[in-house]
């Protein structure tokens, strides 16, 4: 019978569903069925944790930031690229699927990648993105692979934050020439060229022009590597102010392999304050060099001598739009007028960059790297905003895969909805919302995501009154309301101005920040707030907007100038100043709000907005970005605010906590790294000395009200952790990371009640209601899609011990009657090696009940090892459980709440003529399993006996006569019962026996309707027939065995009875 799809599909639910208790344990998130699942980080091993990890969520739909490629002549798939803010990824099968290879380092912010050319297995990685747009991170140095990127040594120049080239020799490749900057934000000595002759073993900084300068830019001649043009660009960055060129810099030239370098200066080259450099040496003929130059005289100039003398090639911006932000040039390694210019588009010119013409119109904007394979001109590999992009027909077409998740995340927020809804304002990549459990085999896929609207996503906040509704803004406080259910957008910010008020910021009356704050006022699900220099609130949906607060940042006009200079501005207002970031209504008090702003001020009203005061800690730092203030859920009064002085060059943690409404602080950062900044901290909401941090590179937590700090990384990549927000339904801690997307620790009660567990030295934790969800894909495979994991499927158990025991303590299920319904105990294996179901780690396990009763006896002579059977059990119906574990001698238990789906209409008579259905037709199954191990044993025992049988002659010739018929009635008795399948699609060349027809019974997902029944009744008829013919089967071995023992012969094992019960009162064995 075919009833369920095949077999094998029928089985796999449930052998999936075993799998769940195995990978929990593993430090992994459960794999959903899919082609490609998201890849997870290397768990840190902290036994204090034990088996918790972060789940990553996605979304990739939206991609992310790439600011390095790199590809190899030699081998036509291999691809690596560097995210701005998450990490080195690695693909082996062309971009089909995507590996990431640098979590294990200690930053995630790549600004270079080089593959050796004579090595593809030697990598070199430049850590700290050299874009400084105003969300740029910061590396540590160089860092070295000679195995494919398994492993990775930090070989040097750690005192550079930004690396903008690695360049290989490619005559001598342990000769390796370095373009750095010292630090974007401070005077820093270690911009310039660096070099090294030994593979990294030693370095010698051999160009440097000044504290405020580094190398854009670093090119090494193909044919003659004494050859070397390096591009030095001063730029600072302010919290306020963009200052992109200056005259400590310009284009140099070495012709000693970057030992010693010359100033190329006249000749061509433009004269006056020169900006960032971007260059390109022609392969086909080296004595053609590009240079693209931030400059008032021109865009792009060219040398046809080896950069004796220049020309002036274009002046047209297209091939250098925002020269701070994006600058690549690269030439074609056949023809010398063949180049391609990475800016806002990509551009294409054919006639040595006397004109451009844009390319790749379905690729994102904004381009940062460009590869081309030295030996194919047609093969390249370009890093956007987007993500990735590769052309195998030189730039005509390109391909890219949605199967990324370095997203650049500014916030997020969630709802209440069943499963709960995250948010993701991304970084030029728009905003999203989608759910924390996928309700698909698959995971949570791209397709599970919804796009709220264009742009730089902010902040993005489901409406608590209408989870179809989304409040999100865009960059500069562009707030709209998005309708989930529609798609339709309403745009509702208070003010508009036209395009010249980004001009003269400071003669304006409102300024908003590119990062303007959205906030729900927690007593009131129609009061909302969009912060600027003051704070405007609405209770009309934006109909109308009022002003409640005075100009609450220090408006220093200074600092409101139009940004970029001096050779060209960029207005964009990602440098907006003197405005707000945060606001956060107290969950205890209404009327109580607080508000953080990027000048270094905390205000806080206690009336609605009545009146204000500024309750700023004196000792923060003056201009330190408050990127969050957080109120208690416990204490009013209480609140905890960070300040990020890293625009500033300073960067130290600051965190603050105060108890009397900001009129005391003490700092409180005892135990976080020195030289990481904070970029949000958030107050538990279940225990008040629990905190939550994020800082730039990791994610920490206090269990002392932030006296002291200890690192929750588990497997977290080192990415910066902007916003942290706890579900308080599902108990989760909801992270957003700027460039690794969202991540969900389910059900932080470990972590919230880890003192307490400590305590003990044994701890049974809560357990959180579980949900029976349906699950259904609407996809046939992802194959390279991008999938993250849902949640684990069941009841979680969590327990803590303070050392592991002899054995690993079994957890016993209970129903309401308190009936034994399970038992989580044993090994299966998993990869062919034997596992436990339940760990027995040192600190803290988790384990998940599926909410299946317990297994089948397994078949163990099937053909094949997926085919001996499920571990689990039916599925058991909605209600109430306990579950009950024995930790040193102590008996714990919990009660725990099993819901059904709340979207599936099925009453609980659904969910108890479901399972008693499933339970009846696996208690059948388990029983045919029982009748062929037996089979397999009298088969064993009798091939083991015949040789004396044979030999006995009359001794033994009743003997052997009853065991040729018994072979012949075990024969056909197991034909009965199995076809043994060995392979998936066996049931098309022959029908399947009595096992296969049940094994389409034991999950049907709903419950049996008359049609099913009848069918079932038929298998019934069958059943019973063949175990009449088992009972006889072993009556007959039973005679044997008698005359076997009188013979003076060993007896052959004896079939056991079996006992067929099938009403649901039949408890299964494990």
Not at 357 to 365: L, M, N
Not at 500 to 507: I, K, M, Q, S, V
Not at 751 to 756: D, I
Request: glycine share 10%.
């Amino acid at each position: 019978m075919r009833l369920f799809s095949s077999l094998p599909q029928s089985l796999a639910a449930n052998v999936v569903a075993g799998v769940v208790l195995l990978v929990v344990f593993c430090g992994a998130a459960p794999k959903p069925k899919q082609a490609h699942p998201a890849p997870h980080p290397t768990p840190t091993q902290n036994p204090v944790y034990g088996r918790l990890h972060w789940r990553e969520v996605g979304p990739a739909a939206g991609g992310g930031r790439v600011a390095a490629v790199a590809g190899t002549a030699s081998d036509p798939f291999l691809y690596y690229i560097g995210a701005a803010g998450g990490g080195v990824w690695k693909s082996s099968d062309g971009g089909t699927t995507w590996d990431p290879v640098f979590d294990k380092q200690s930053v995630a912010s790549i600004g270079a990648v080089a593959i050796d050319p004579k090595d593809k297995k030697t990598v070199w990685v430049g850590t700290g993105e050299a874009n400084p747009r105003n969300d740029v991170s910061y590396g540590n140095g160089v860092y070295k692979s000679t195995d494919g990127g398994d492993t990775w040594r930090d070989v040097g120049v750690q005192g550079a934050r930004n690396i903008a080239r690695v360049a290989v020799n490619p005559k001598d490749t342990k000769t390796v020439l370095v373009a750095a900057f010292g630090d974007f934000y401070a005077d820093n000595p270690n911009g310039g060229v660096w070099r090294t002759a030994d593979g990294g073993r030693t370095w010698q900084h051999t160009l440097y022009v000044g504290p405020q300068s580094g190398a854009s830019d670093v090119v090494i001649d193909p044919s003659d590597p004494r050859v070397v043009f390096a591009g030095v660009w001063q730029v600072r960055r302010e919290p306020w102010m963009l200052t992109s060129g200056g005259p400590a810099g310009g284009l140099y030239r070495s012709s000693d392999g970057g030992r010693t370098w010359t100033k190329l200066t006249g000749h061509g080259l433009p004269s006056g304050l020169t900006g960032r450099i971007a260059l390109g040496i022609a392969p086909s003929d080296t004595r053609r060099v590009y240079a693209l130059i931030q400059s008032k005289a021109g865009v792009l100039w060219r040398s046809k001598d080896g950069g004796n003398t220049w020309q002036l090639a274009t002046d047209n911006p297209i091939a250098d739009v925002r020269p701070f932000y994006f600058s690549q040039i690269a030439v074609d390694p056949k023809n010398p007028n063949h180049l391609f210019s990475a800016s806002l588009p990509l551009t294409e010119s054919t006639n040595g960059g006397k004109t451009f013409k844009p390319i790749a119109d379905e690729v994102h904007v904004d381009y940062h790297a460009i590869w081309i394979d030295p030996s194919n001109a047609k093969r390249m590999m370009v890093g956007e905003d987007g993500g990735y992009a590769l052309s195998v027909n030189g730039g005509k077409t390109w391909s890219f895969s949605k199967n990324l998740a370095i997203a650049q995340v500014y916030h997020t927020a969630f709802d209440d909805r069943n499963p709960y809804w995250v948010c993701a304002p991304l970084q030029d990549n728009n905003s999203f919302c989608g759910p924390s459990n996928g309700l698909s085999p698959d995971g949570i896929i791209n397709d599970a995501w919804r796009r709220l609207g264009g742009g730089d996503g902010m902040w993005a906040v489901p409406d608590p009154a209408d989870p179809n509704r989304v409040w999100y803004d865009d960059q500069t406080g562009f707030v709209s309301i998005f309708d989930l259910t529609t798609g339709y957008a309403r745009l509702i910010r208070p003010v508009f101005n036209l395009s010249t008020a980004d001009f003269t910021l400071y003669a304006q009356k409102y300024r908003f920040n590119w990062d303007s704050p959205i906030a729900v006022a927690p007593w009131d699900p129609h009061t909302w707030w969009l912060g600027a220099n003051v704070i405007f609130q609405t209770s009309d949906d934006g109909a109308h907007w009022s002003v409640i607060s005075p100009d609450l940042t220090r408006n220093i006009k200074a600092h409101q100038q139009a940004s970029g200079g001096p050779i060209s501005l960029d207005v964009s207002s990602a440098e907006f100043s003197d405005n707000t970031l945060d606001i956060e209504g107290s969950p205890l008090a209404k009327g109580e709000i607080w508000v953080g702003t990027d000048d270094g001020l905390v205000q806080l009203t206690r009336d609605g907005g009545l009146h204000w005061s500024d309750v700023t800690p004196q000792s923060a730092p003056q201009f330190g970005r408050v990127e969050t203030v957080a109120p208690s859920p416990f204490a009013d009064g209480t609140a905890y605010a960070i300040f990020d002085g890293h625009k500033s060059g300073d960067y130290r943690p600051y965190i603050y906590a105060t108890s009397d409404f900001g009129r005391t602080w003490r700092k409180i950062t005892a135990g976080l790294p020195a030289d990481q900044y904070v970029r949000t901290v958030r107050p538990d909401i279940r225990n008040a000395a629990v905190l939550y941090a994020g800082t730039e590179q990791g994610m920490w937590i206090s269990y002392d009200d932030g006296r002291s700090w200890q690192s929750l990384q588990l497997n977290l990549p080192p990415a910066s952790v902007r916003d942290i927000r706890i579900q308080p339904t599902f108990g989760d801690i909801v992270i957003a990371t700027h460039g690794r997307a969202l991540w969900i620790l389910d059900d932080a009660r470990p972590v919230q009640e880890l003192r307490a567990a400590q305590a003990a030295g044994v701890y049974f934790f809560p357990l959180r209601t579980a949900y029976q969800y349906h699950e259904h894909s609407n996809i046939e495979d992802l194959y390279e899609n991008y999938a993250a994991a849902n949640p684990p499927p069941g009841v979680i158990i969590n327990f803590w011990q303070s050392q592991p025991r002899k054995q690993p303590p079994p957890i016993e299920i209970l129903d309401a009657q308190g009936h034994v319904v399970r038992t989580i105990a044993g090994t299966h294996k998993v990869e062919g090696k034997e596992t436990p179901f339940v760990t027995n780690d040192r600190g803290l396990n988790r384990v998940v009940w599926g909410f299946e009763e317990n297994g089948p006896v397994r078949w163990m002579g099937a053909a094949r090892e997926e085919s001996r059977g499920p571990y689990q059990g039916a599925v058991l119906p909605p209600g109430m459980y306990t579950v009950r574990l024995k930790l040193n001698g102590r008996e714990m238990s919990q009660t725990v709440e099993v819901k059904p789906d709340p979207r599936l209409t099925l009453t609980q008579a659904d969910y108890q003529a479901k399972y008693e259905f499933n339970h009846k037709y696996f208690t059948e199954y388990s029983n045919i399993n029982v009748a062929l191990n037996a089979l397999d044993a009298t088969k064993k025992g009798i091939d083991g006996a015949m040789p004396a049988l044979e030999k006995g002659g009359t001794k033994t010739a009743t003997a052997l006569a009853q065991a040729l018929a018994i072979m012949r009635a075990r024969d056909a008795l197991f034909a009965r019962l199995t076809i043994n399948a060995k392979s998936d699609e066996a049931s098309v060349a022959q029908p399947g026996a009595l096992r296969e027809e049940v094994e389409g019974l034991l999950d049907t997902g709903s419950p049996p309707t008359p049609p099913l029944l009848a069918v079932g009744a038929q298998i019934d008829d069958l059943y019973n027939a063949a175990m009449h013919s088992y009972d006889s089967f072993a009556s007959s071995v039973g005679e044997l065995n008698r005359t076997l023992v009188a013979a003076g012969m060993k007896a052959i094992p004896q079939p056991p009875a079996i006992t067929r019960s099938l009403g649901p009162e039949t408890r299964l064995p494990l």
